[in-house]
């Protein structure tokens, strides 16, 4: 079954991908449309955040997962799908999640802002790296012959330049761009899930006969991912409100990036997007419960006072 699942392929038509370009760079650009310059200088007066954030999500969590891979053994193909979850930056409905929660909003969005400059070099090298020492892993990047300094270049031309574009046009019509933010951020990421529902849609008969191979490893890691960044933040003595700031931006991830590297440099390999693709669906869903359970005792605390 090893071999099968690396063997499949998910069919996701050129179209279909330039669609999945075109979107993610959207949702960048609607998120940094609600990013300052003010933000960064927030991180850059409290080095002990960003130094926490920036650890537990590309260091951290990354080696948790070379642990968890390690530990499960599973497909060589979904093995390779977990590592590149965990060198994507955090995703981009932490935000909404983080206020939901009762979190820290405003170093929510500053941090989403570095990681995704930090990305554009932590992605592959996290990537690379831990792929390059698991055996198993290591074969398919060899055979695929996965060129660092292309994946660099779609990491800054998907997340980079929108960022960017996105900060330059607050500033120089920040009503416009607090007003387009509001209809573009929700807008694109319901596209993005229709377009992951449309290439699977597509292979729903893959689908459906192995994602059981997948679904428990992703509650799994998607948990790791959560609970390390809460600890870690506690162990930091940061306070409650940043913990759960951390916990989200740790355990939310990019991985509408990782499935466009997967179409892009993978062509659509099984288990590499089986597993890819179904975090993109789970970590919207336990984002959205933790952050409900987390404003129901924040809730119940105020009634109670």
């Known amino acids: 079954m090893t071999n099968e699942l690396d063997l499949l392929k998910i069919n996701f038509d050129e179209s279909g991908l330039w669609m999945l370009n075109i979107t993610l760079a959207i949702i960048m650009f609607g998120v940094a449309l609600g990013i300052t310059t003010e933000d960064f200088k927030l991180l850059f007066n409290n080095p002990k955040i ?17 642990f968890l891979v390690k530990a499960v053994n599973p497909a060589p193909s979904v093995a390779l799908g977990m590592i590149l979850v965990a060198a994507c930056p955090g995703g981009n409905i932490s935000n909404f999640m983080t206020q939901m929660a009762g979190g820290n909003a405003a170093l929510s969005v500053s941090l989403t802002a570095f990681a995704t400059l930090v990305s554009l070099i932590m992605t592959p090298l996290n990537f690379q790296f831990w792929s390059s020492l698991h055996e198993p892993t290591a074969m398919i990047l060899r055979s695929v012959e996965l060129d660092p300094f292309k994946l660099v270049k779609l990491v800054i031309l998907i997340l ?28 694109s990421v319901i596209i993005f899930l229709l377009l992951i529902v ?14 059981h191979y997948v679904f428990f490893i992703v509650l799994l890691h998607n948990i790791i991912g959560l609970v390390s960044g809460f600890y870690f933040a506690k162990f930091m003595r940061l306070n409650f409100k940043n913990q759960k700031t951390l916990s989200i931006e740790t355990g939310i991830q990019n991985s509408g990036l990782g499935l466009l590297l997967v179409f892009a440099f993978f062509d659509g390999l099984g288990g590499m997007a089986l597993l890819v693709a179904f975090w993109g669906i789970w970590d919207i869903v336990s984002g959205l419960l933790l952050a409900s359970y987390w404003s129901y005792k924040e809730n119940t605390k105020t009634i109670e006072a």
């Not at 960003?50 to 070379?66: A, E, K, M, N």
């Not at 960017?164 to 416009?176: D, H, T, Y």
């Open 50 to 66: 960003l130094l926490t954030g920036v650890f537990s999500q590309f260091i951290l969590f990354p080696i948790l997962t070379f």
């Open 198 to 211: 449309i290439a699977f849609s597509q292979n729903l008969d893959i689908f459906i006969k192995y994602i």
């Open 160 to 187: 980079g330049i929108p960022l960017i574009v996105g900060m330059s046009f607050r500033k120089w019509k920040p009503q416009v761009a607090l007003k387009l933010m509001k209809y573009l951020k929700p807008f």
